[in-house]
Antibody
């Protein structure tokens, strides 16, 4: 069973870039069976899909965040990463990485990482 | 983006109750709907996909139904471990969107 684990700074200053990494274990990120996504959840609020990447490097992003988001993959490390630029307090949230079955369009998410809280504050 | 609306936002129930949560899409999504359970401080857990297909390992007291714009998640006999927040998610079109959540609390 694939497992995912997020890592990265828990505190980011406003206007800077948020950077997180998701490490995949129990399977190869290059298997071609999955897409790899980032999802976030502000405290006490709902879930927002940020974007996804395939092993080939092909990406899809949420239009609401597209101008600030970059998702990349490092197959040699079995990791994928999120960069979110020009952050504000509104970007404070728990960030999850998750996998979904490979498909042309969006799909459901399973499994998920445990999540990591990122706070934007000076 | 397709808007997903869940009802109710929260409610109280007792163990052994049969409970139903509703999710409505702002446009037709066929059966491209998933349900998740989230407990405090934990990541969401997939319960159901394709509107009615139970994920492996999920107890059979959970069931899903619906297609088009209206969907339901039913828990046939509520257990103590089922008190949580439930989310629906459409994956018919980009971006995949979630409902606002339904919190099931102990009465």
């Amino acid at each position: 069973q694939v497992q995912l684990q997020e890592s990265g700074p828990g505190l980011v200053k406003p206007s800077q870039t948020l950077s997180l990494t998701c490490t995949v274990s129990g399977g190869s990120i290059s298997s071609g069976s999955y897409y790899w996504s980032w999802i976030r959840q502000p405290a006490g609020k709902g879930l927002e899909w940020i974007g996804r990447i395939y092993t080939s490097g092909s990406t899809n992003y949420n239009p609401s965040l597209k101008s600030r988001v970059t998702i990349s993959v490092d197959t040699s490390k079995n990791q994928f990463s999120l960069k979110l630029s020009s952050v504000t307090a509104a970007d404070t949230a728990v960030y999850y990485c998750a996998s979904s079955p490979s498909s042309v369009g969006p799909n459901w998410f399973d499994p998920w990482g445990q999540g990591t809280l990122v706070t934007v504050s000076s | 983006a397709i808007r997903m609306t869940q009802s109710p936002s929260s409610f109280s129930a007792s163990t052994g109750d049969r409970v139903t949560i509703t999710c409505r899409a702002s446009q037709g999504i066929s059966s491209y709907l998933a349900w998740y359970q989230q407990k405090p401080g934990k990541a969401p857990k997939l319960l159901i996909y394709a509107a009615s297909t139970l994920q492996s390992g999920v107890p059979s007291r959970f069931s899903g139904s619906g297609s088009g714009t209206d969907f339901t998640l039913t828990i046939s006999c509520l257990q103590s471990e089922d008190f949580a927040t439930y989310y629906c998610q459409q994956y018919y079109s980009y971006p995949g969107t979630f409902g606002q959540g339904t919190k099931v609390e102990i009465k």
